[in-house]
């Protein structure tokens, strides 16, 4: 009987192909991003494209502008009467606002690849991303919420008039007595912004456009803005001076402005990463 198994197992290995090398798998290779090299003009270029976006669908961005228009008029409002609910909607604001943009980016990437840009699937593009999306937003309100905190520690301990009220808020910050504090919180500030920028730069339409996950978007974009610090900054610099400018009066300019960065924001991201996969990236 044990030769009669024998004798079986002897045949069924012979059955069996045999390789002359073992097989070794090959490693997982997917579509890297490589990036671009930029210039102190390349700013000024996404601008000038997010602004041909804005023209060619005008009605579009005019929705998105009143929407961005609508979350400044609440938080103004809140700010004014219940100051001290003014964080919690400032958290909201960053849950609703990624969205938003993500609608405009789905507009610039469909006349990108030639398609006609539709306000139902601008509205819809970010349900096939909603996992990646609400990671990355868990991520940012995470650090608005820090960002908070960090700001009551330096007001409680730099602060040296007492907690401004909102109707002279300006004036107690900007008092005399006030000069170190304004310099820690701006220090502090600055570092908070400077990791929210850097996370979110190119993260959202890098999700848009390739369908990856959070945590490499947000690699993807911190290797944008350690590629090229200068350029980066500028392109910074050019945000926050154009939103800060749309804010008087009345925020009556972020109907204009907000679209208008929106597309542009596709147009950095795309400037700025480059896929080895090229038919896939789409036209530059």
């Not at 005008?58 to 809140?78: D, E, H, N, R, T």
């Not at 609910?85 to 604001?93: E, F, I, N, P």
């Not at 606002?97 to 469909?110: H, T």
């Not at 542009?264 to 991201?269: C, D, L, M, R, T």
Request: net charge negative; with cysteine; proline share 7%.
């Amino acid at each position: 009987m044990n030769a009669d198994a024998k004798s079986l197992e002897a045949v069924q290995e012979s059955d069996l192909p045999t390789m002359a090398t073992p097989y070794v798998p090959p490693p997982p290779v997917g579509p890297r991003a490589h990036m671009r090299p930029l210039g102190f003009a390349d700013p000024f270029r996404w601008l000038a494209r997010g602004l041909q976006d804005m023209r060619q669908h005008p009605g579009i961005a005019l929705f998105y502008g009143l929407c961005f228009w609508s979350m400044a008029q609440v938080l103004a409002m809140v700010f004014k009467h219940k100051p001290e609910y003014t964080l919690s909607l400032v958290s909201g604001c960053l849950l609703v606002g990624p969205f938003l943009a993500m609608g405009l980016y789905e507009v610039s990437r469909k006349r990108e690849h030639g398609e006609m840009p539709e306000m139902a699937s601008s509205l819809m593009c970010w349900d096939q991303h909603i996992r990646s999306m609400a990671m990355l937003v868990l991520v940012l309100m995470v650090l608005e919420l820090l960002w908070g905190r960090a700001s009551l520690v330096v007001f409680a301990v730099f602060f040296n008039t007492g907690m401004p009220s909102t109707t002279g808020v300006m004036a107690a910050v900007f008092n005399p007595q006030n000069f170190e504090f304004l310099v820690v919180y701006l220090a502090v500030g600055g570092v908070f912004a400077a990791l929210v920028y850097g996370l979110s730069v190119v993260s959202i339409p890098m999700i848009l456009d390739r369908d990856t996950d959070a945590i490499s978007a947000v690699i993807t974009s911190m290797r944008v803005v350690f590629s090229h610090p200068g350029v980066m900054l500028l392109w910074g610099l050019l945000l926050s001076v154009l939103v800060l400018a749309a804010l008087w009066p009345w925020a009556l300019g972020i109907i204009v402005v907000g679209p208008w960065l929106g597309h542009a924001s596709w147009h950095a991201y795309r400037g700025s990463v480059e896929w080895e996969e090229g038919p896939e990236s789409g036209p530059e």
